[in-house]
């Protein structure tokens, strides 16, 4: 069965600074789909990103991006010029095209966004 | 474009009670899923349907159901209530089945087992 893991419970960052979210699953299936999102207090979770396992390029989304390394199977975002609007939580998630269609999500990291 | 709703936003039941929550996706869309997010579980997958047949299920008990109607629109039920399915319950939507069409997903309805 396919696994998802975010070590980071808690990151905190600067307004304007940078930071790295990182994510690693574990998975025997060859192509498949992996998404960051992100869930503010409002409580409906957005989509951020999301990249396809054939595809080489990492995706990119204006201020956020991912290194996508498929055979450490890892999957970090990067959020650059962090604004205070950023601050939620955020989930990874892995989307199989072959087996049940549905989202295994990670345990998630709450961002904090520091003025 | 109105988005996915979810109806109510809050739910307070007693233990034993039944409960039934609405979704209304996005206008044309067919799929929906319904996922359920505790602090200690994190976010797990209920069940999901298209155009009016559950297509796949999660490792749920069997007091947890759902079906959808000819609009799309979804209900889930929960009967017999325990303290453990206080929960809040998301839903999504999309446009087709399967991995190629991304999710939107709704507020969700924080439900309370008392």
């Known amino acids: 069965a396919q696994t998802v893991t975010q070590s980071q419970p808690e990151m905190s960052v600067q307004e304007a600074e940078t930071v790295t979210l990182s994510c690693t699953y574990d998975t025997s299936e060859s192509d498949y789909y992996l998404f960051w999102y992100k869930q503010p207090p409002s409580r409906q979770m957005i989509l951020v990103i999301r990249q396809e396992a054939y595809k080489q390029q990492n995706a990119t989304e204006n201020r956020f991006s991912v290194n996508f390394q498929k055979a450490a199977k890892s999957f970090s975002l990067k959020i650059s010029d962090s604004q205070l609007g950023d601050a939620a939580m955020y989930f990874c998630?892995?989307?199989?095209?072959?087996?049940?269609?549905?989202?295994?999500f990670g345990t998630g990291t709450r961002l904090q966004v520091f003025p | 474009k109105a988005g996915v709703t979810q109806t109510p936003r809050y739910l307070i039941k007693t233990r034993g009670q039944q409960v039934t929550l609405s979704c209304s996706p996005i206008s044309g869309h067919r799929s929906v899923s319904w996922y359920q997010q505790t602090p200690g579980q994190g976010l797990q997958f209920l069940f999901e349907?298209?155009?009016?047949?559950?297509?796949n299920k999660g490792n749920f008990p069997g007091r947890f159901s759902g079906r959808q109607f000819s609009n799309s629109r979804s209900e889930m039920n929960v009967s017999t209530l325990e303290l453990g399915d206080s929960a809040l319950y998301l839903c999504a939507s999309s446009l087709e089945a399967g991995p190629n069409y991304g999710y939107t997903f709704g507020s969700g309805t924080r439900l309370t087992v008392v």
């Open positions: 998630a892995y989307r199989s095209t072959y087996n049940t269609d549905k989202l295994i």
């Open positions: 349907y298209f155009s009016e047949t559950q297509r």
